[in-house]
């Protein structure tokens, strides 16, 4: 196929070329694959690059890179690429070996990778897809990179949600590609110098006024911004809440443990929660409706305890208003999915066969099952619904966008079918879900300004 890049694409592949370590925060259905994959022609091209490592969330790894390659034209012959996602351990070591200029690997193997090659780095060239992957500074992942970072001549990073969950999140990233110069050498010191803690351990931090202005400032040379509804005619999200009301003694029951932390069962078994996260964790089950068991130490089992059904009950009459389209159901417990099961015996499950995904692009699974975690990076799945409901709300901001994003405005769009998306929520009054949907919103209007004066500072620029 004949790439004819649009305007944005065109400043954006400018932007890579000429900023050595660049964060390209793009906004899904933009095209941030071609305009990377380009930029690594061209500097393959001119020597400006040798070799190039390009890691990836394990399904990206496997296919979207070597597919984005033979889609277009002018990569053909220009950018010589091989995915080592999904290799068996056992083979690994083929990766040491193999001269093709373009490595693909998944974030897992880079550690391996790091210890194998002993500091004999080959990549002068390095590629964080989904860069959001190295956000934690405790990770494998992160320490690796770091340690080989001084061999790494040009660094490319890759994300729709860069501050997923507020502007800590920038940090480890931003440090793999400047070694502190920007937001500060050590985490503490980007802490102190831009936020203020919420509680007395620390654990809790909030942006001091002017720090979105001043963190945007200090990345705008380094960054890129583009976001989907600058430039394309999107259809619209509908959001819906769906109000799901306990009866008036679980209600009861349920601000007892609240304020207890002791929950007696119908079974006779109790459920104790000596924290404050481990509370959390229980309530959010108890207004799913069922709830992890205890042994008789206290500690977590498997085994679990039906509560209610209301969020069932609310779910049915979600998928009856669909009026027979296809719906895609989210959902976060093991015990969410065995009741899901037993009350929908006609879903399926999105599991790694790819079949399963064709036949729900073709119209043949009328409810589909999905862990956020599961229907994140790379999938295509627009083709089969155009409504998606959340059983169980999660914490995770990403996790919460990608999956809407697998059947969101832009993949319609994409598609050839731009047609409302909507999103049902289903929350438990008077519980843990008002505080998570609250979180969901106040870390989603955080993200959105910071990319949005990412993006005037661009124009600006």
Request: charged share 25%; glycine share 6%.
């Amino acid at each position: 196929m004949k790439y004819h890049p649009r305007h944005y694409q065109e400043t954006a592949l400018q932007h890579l070329l000429e900023t050595p370590m660049a964060a390209l925060y793009a906004d899904m259905g933009l095209g941030k694959t071609v305009v990377v994959a380009t930029a690594l022609a061209e500097l393959l091209d001119t020597l400006q690059a040798q070799r190039v490592l390009v890691l990836a969330p394990k399904r990206v790894a496997l296919s979207v890179w070597t597919q984005e390659v033979d889609k277009w034209d002018h990569l053909h012959g220009r950018l010589p690429i091989k995915s080592f996602a999904g290799l068996p351990a056992k083979h690994r070591k083929e990766i040491l070996t193999d001269d093709t200029a373009v490595h693909v690997l998944n974030y897992d193997v880079l550690p391996w990778l790091v210890r194998e090659l002993d500091g004999a780095w080959p990549y002068d060239v390095v590629v964080l897809d989904e860069s959001s992957k190295v956000k934690s500074r405790a990770s494998l992942r992160w320490r690796a990179l770091k340690h080989v970072r001084p061999a790494i001549r040009r660094m490319v990073q890759m994300t729709g949600t860069p501050a997923a969950n507020g502007l800590l999140d920038l940090w480890a990233p931003t440090y793999l590609l400047d070694q502190g110069r920007r937001l500060g050498r050590t985490l503490k010191s980007y802490q102190e110098r831009w936020f203020y803690p919420c509680d007395r351990e620390g654990r809790q931090w909030a942006p001091i006024e002017g720090a979105v202005d001043q963190i945007t400032e200090a990345l705008r040379d380094t960054c890129y911004t583009l976001r989907a509804k600058d430039y394309l005619d999107l259809p619209p999200l509908v959001v819906n809440e769906v109000d799901v009301r306990l009866p008036a003694s679980l209600q009861a029951e349920y601000r007892r443990f609240e304020r207890e932390m002791l929950l007696s069962l119908a079974s006779d078994r109790q459920i104790t929660a000596v924290s404050a996260a481990a509370r959390s964790g229980k309530c959010h089950q108890f207004a799913q409706g069922a709830i992890y068991l205890q042994n008789e130490d206290g500690e977590p089992t498997t085994d679990w305890e039906r509560i209610h059904d209301e969020k069932i009950d609310a779910l049915g009459e979600v998928i009856d208003s669909a009026g027979g389209e296809p719906v895609l159901v989210a959902y976060h417990f093991q015990h969410d999915l065995a009741r899901l099961q037993k009350a929908f015996p006609q879903a399926r499950v999105l599991d790694t066969d790819p079949k399963t995904i064709d036949a729900w692009n073709a119209g043949e699974i009328p409810i589909l099952l999905a862990h956020p975690m599961s229907a994140g990076h790379g999938l295509n799945l627009q083709g089969g619904g155009r409504h998606l409901v959340f059983f169980s709300l999660t914490w995770s901001l990403e996790s919460y966008q990608q999956i809407i994003e697998r059947i969101g405005p832009t993949r319609q769009l994409q598609a050839g079918t731009p047609r409302p998306v909507y999103v049902h929520h289903l929350v438990t009054r008077g519980t843990v879900d008002e505080l998570i949907l609250e979180r969901l919103v106040t870390k989603a209007s955080v993200q959105d300004v910071f990319k949005r004066r990412l993006r005037i500072q661009s124009i600006q620029q």
